[in-house]
């Protein structure tokens, strides 16, 4: 192995449990259809990522979806739209540093 592979390999090793972290943090969508339609071109964001009307923008036009046309049925978008935007999955505030 060279040294290069050998440094890859303690870097991925010691940054495994921040990942860990981040997936309790930030879990995948629970709901069905928001987990199919977006993993399908790409990860599958938790809705606490973004607050809801950046959801609402996004989801507004899909067939401008970050240069793709991401269209899907009226009633996806609005199942997608409505987990999304609920207001049990709005972003935690940060307010103080963690300990």
């Known amino acids: 192995m060279t040294t290069r592979k050998i ?4 870097v991925l090793l010691c ?4 990942f860990a972290h981040a997936a ?6 629970a709901e069905k259809t928001t ?21 609402q923008a996004l989801m507004s036009d899909l067939s401008h979806h970050f240069g ?7 009633q996806d978008r609005a199942t997608i739209t ?4 609920t207001p049990k999955n ?8 963690p300990q």
């Open 7 to 10: 440094a890859a390999l303690v």
């Open 15 to 18: 940054a495994m449990p921040i």
């Open 24 to 29: 309790q943090l930030l879990p995948a969508p």
């Open 35 to 55: 987990a199919q339609q977006c993993s399908a071109c790409h990860m599958a964001y938790p809705p606490r990522m973004l607050p809801a009307r950046s959801w």
């Open 68 to 74: 793709e046309d991401a269209s899907i049925s009226d």
């Open 82 to 85: 409505g987990y999304l935007t």
């Open 90 to 97: 709005a972003p935690i505030p940060i307010t103080a540093t």
